[in-house]
């Protein structure tokens, strides 16, 4: 594993006296992983995410980004390589086009007008939506305005991009375009932070997940080793991976034998089966 790019300790934080968000979590997250955070709405996530991106600051405990205490002094820093795409486009998109939206980031971080234009068409570009440019982005279709505010973080250069809940109100067309942004996004060295209702989605995409559960980090794990833990699953009110639950029936069937590692996509569930047959042959 990589080494740790930001590590929270000990975060606690409450919108009022009669509900902690946050009941003292840490957590390290590692340099160019996939970490998937799971757990039900008012578990935590967003509030926990808001705090590691600095747009809220922890009651109580500290964020480190780089071995580095962030405090006043380090705010600025933390908001440039710390970004968040929002469940929903339409919250974080402000300007009048395209152009000037994903321009807007790179323009208040005070670099030159050759770089912004830069920083710009190599955004669109990567999320291949530069045709466009000129549109006013609340007029784009629902994958299109995702598209635009990933590449308003993509501008950025941030080192770790936060989504919260990324494939609700996508298609399936436009969830298929948005992994293989992720996967581009992964090979090129960023740290995707995601959180999600969709188990299938975190079972196959994921490094490793970690489960929110009133305020607390109740697992923290491989795919495999946190979604078949089934009191984890019960606490947190979570559904085992379909192809999880089909693997551990041809096993209890005996058409598959329990030392195989099971399959996290439709791949490499094939796969299983060609290697089944040679090894019994």
């Given at each position: 594993m990589d080494d740790v790019i930001l590590k929270a300790e000990n975060i606690h934080y409450s919108y009022d006296s009669d509900k902690k968000a946050l009941k003292g979590v840490s957590l390290d997250i590692h340099e160019k992983e996939r970490l998937f955070i799971l757990g039900a709405n008012g578990s935590g996530k967003s509030t926990f995410f808001l705090n590691i991106n600095g747009v809220l600051k922890p009651e109580r405990g500290a964020v480190y980004y780089k071995d580095r205490l962030i405090d006043k002094s380090g705010i600025k820093e933390l908001r440039k390589?710390?970004?968040i795409v929002f469940q929903d486009a339409d919250n974080q998109i402000?300007?009048?086009?395209?152009?000037?939206?994903?321009?807007?980031?790179?323009m208040n971080?005070?670099?030159s007008r050759e770089e912004v234009k830069k920083r710009v068409d190599d955004a669109l570009n990567y999320m291949n939506i530069h045709h466009l440019i000129d549109r006013p982005p609340h007029y784009l279709s629902g994958g299109e305005k995702k598209r635009v505010s990933i590449a308003?973080?993509?501008a950025m250069d941030s080192k770790i991009i936060?989504?919260?809940e990324p494939t609700a109100f996508?298609?399936?067309k436009n969830v298929v375009i948005f992994e293989e942004a992720l996967d581009k996004m992964s090979k090129d060295g960023?740290?995707?932070?995601?959180?999600?209702?969709?188990?299938?989605f975190a079972y196959r995409f994921a490094d490793r997940i970690v489960v929110f559960c009133d305020g607390n980090i109740i697992a923290d794990g491989s795919p495999i080793d946190v979604l078949d833990n089934e009191k984890v699953l019960k606490t947190a009110n979570l559904?085992?991976?379909i192809l999880l639950d089909v693997f551990e029936t041809l096993v209890e069937k005996s058409i598959v034998t329990k030392d195989i590692v099971p399959p996290r996509n439709i791949e490499e569930f094939r796969d299983m089966f060609v290697s089944q047959a040679k090894s019994l042959s």
């Amino acid at each position: 594993m990589d080494d740790v790019i930001l590590k929270a300790e000990n975060i606690h934080y409450s919108y009022d006296s009669d509900k902690k968000a946050l009941k003292g979590v840490s957590l390290d997250i590692h340099e160019k992983e996939r970490l998937f955070i799971l757990g039900a709405n008012g578990s935590g996530k967003s509030t926990f995410f808001l705090n590691i991106n600095g747009v809220l600051k922890p009651e109580r405990g500290a964020v480190y980004y780089k071995d580095r205490l962030i405090d006043k002094s380090g705010i600025k820093e933390l908001r440039k390589n710390v970004g968040i795409v929002f469940q929903d486009a339409d919250n974080q998109i402000i300007a009048s086009s395209v152009r000037a939206e994903v321009s807007f980031g790179p323009m208040n971080l005070g670099l030159s007008r050759e770089e912004v234009k830069k920083r710009v068409d190599d955004a669109l570009n990567y999320m291949n939506i530069h045709h466009l440019i000129d549109r006013p982005p609340h007029y784009l279709s629902g994958g299109e305005k995702k598209r635009v505010s990933i590449a308003d973080i993509i501008a950025m250069d941030s080192k770790i991009i936060i989504f919260d809940e990324p494939t609700a109100f996508l298609d399936p067309k436009n969830v298929v375009i948005f992994e293989e942004a992720l996967d581009k996004m992964s090979k090129d060295g960023k740290t995707l932070v995601i959180s999600t209702h969709d188990i299938e989605f975190a079972y196959r995409f994921a490094d490793r997940i970690v489960v929110f559960c009133d305020g607390n980090i109740i697992a923290d794990g491989s795919p495999i080793d946190v979604l078949d833990n089934e009191k984890v699953l019960k606490t947190a009110n979570l559904k085992k991976p379909i192809l999880l639950d089909v693997f551990e029936t041809l096993v209890e069937k005996s058409i598959v034998t329990k030392d195989i590692v099971p399959p996290r996509n439709i791949e490499e569930f094939r796969d299983m089966f060609v290697s089944q047959a040679k090894s019994l042959s």
